[in-house]
């Protein structure tokens, strides 16, 4: 299984009023933090960026791939990646997780391929698969951008971006997605930061800044 990956990190942090790509967690820049986990699980890593490469995210010496549908959302950055590089699969994660471990990364791709041995085992099982799949939080939300991808849903991507259909779990709604709990996952019980805690205000980064994790 061929695995690339994606850093989304193209959002205008309106709410936070700052880069929160770049805001630290531990000393530590969120952006940096996740980069390193998709790298130990991914191979090459992108950053999807928005509208035109950042010079301020040099520093990771990873390339950056520009949204060839400028202000259409994370499914311009999911696009953006996938075309950017040649995989069977693609694996998401955005700059705003801080938390988003390697290991929980892991824990997505093994989701995966248990159900694929699954399928294998049930020689009735019809289709073929799942071609996303998507961590759901303890509280019940999915969270899409931290997922796992087929090179397959590039076509009816690109669709969606032309035809002006930008809502990530209505695109998801056309597809057989696989929904892996947080709950399922052995972090989950060490009680630390959710792997899918987000960040987005000045609040949040204050209550979380000096997590050493």
């Not at 205008?12 to 805001?23: E, F, I, P, T, V």
């Not at 399928?119 to 951008?145: F, H, I, R, T």
């Not at 060490?190 to 050493?212: F, M, Q």
Request: proline share 8%; charged share 20%.
């Amino acid at each position: 299984m061929h695995i690339a990956g994606i850093l989304i990190a193209g959002g205008r942090s309106r709410r936070m009023g700052a880069d929160k790509s770049l805001l630290e967690f531990g000393g530590i820049p969120a952006i940096a933090r996740v980069a390193a986990a998709l790298g130990e699980v991914a191979e090459p890593v992108t950053i999807a960026c928005g509208p035109e490469e950042r010079e301020g995210y040099r520093f990771l010496g990873l390339p950056q791939a520009v949204d060839r549908f400028p202000g259409c959302g994370p499914l311009a950055g999911l696009h953006a990646g996938m075309t950017a590089s040649d995989a069977e699969w693609y694996l998401t994660a955005p700059c705003d997780l801080p938390f988003a471990s390697a290991a929980f990364m892991r824990y997505i791709v093994d989701a995966l391929k248990r159900d694929e041995e699954r399928m294998d085992a049930d020689s009735a099982e019809q289709g073929s698969g799942p071609l996303v799949v998507v961590p759901v939080s303890q509280s019940g939300k999915a969270q899409p951008l931290l997922g796992l991808y087929h090179k397959d849903t590039l076509p009816g991507l690109e669709n969606a971006l032309l035809h002006g259909r930008l809502k990530v779990m209505e695109w998801l709604g056309s597809l057989e997605v696989l929904y892996v709990p947080e709950a399922g996952f052995a972090g989950a019980l060490d009680g630390g930061p959710s792997p899918l805690l987000n960040i987005n205000t000045p609040e949040d980064y204050r209550e979380t800044a000096e997590w050493r994790v």
